[in-house]
């Protein structure tokens, strides 16, 4: 089992970059399938970002070369690089860890875009 605990979130302005970190404890981050999702208000939450045990990474299309994910087996962190920000970001961004038939959520993290 593994604890997810976010960080990073906060008040950018467009154009702006923010980098998130996914802080892992109990398992190693390396054996999982982690994800970086978001939801805002009135909204389901998606997929913003995926990263396989094996590196490879996935995006979702709206966040496509502004977005990148990336995992510290050293650290047992994974980070969101969030650049070029716009106000249709702002949402509570959750890390998502995966293996097998499990599933672990951490809290999340605010991001705000606004001027």
């Known amino acids: 089992q593994v604890q997810l605990v976010e960080s990073g979130g906060g008040l950018v302005q467009p154009g702006g970059s923010l980098r998130l970190s996914c802080a892992a404890s109990?398992?190693?981050?390396?054996?999982?399938?982690m994800g970086w999702y978001r939801q805002a208000p009135g909204k389901q939450r998606e997929l913003v970002a995926g990263?396989?045990?094996?590196?490879?990474?996935n995006y979702a299309d709206a966040v496509k070369g502004r977005f990148t994910i990336s995992r510290d087996n050293a650290k047992n962190t994974v980070y969101l690089q969030m650049n070029s920000l716009k106000p249709e970001d702002a949402a509570v961004y959750y890390c998502?860890?995966?293996?097998?038939?499990?599933?672990?959520w951490g809290q999340g993290t605010q991001v705000t875009v606004s001027s």
């Open positions: 109990g398992d190693a981050v390396s054996i999982y399938r």
């Open positions: 998502n860890a995966v293996r097998h038939l499990y599933k672990f």
């Open positions: 990263i396989s045990t094996s590196d490879s990474t």
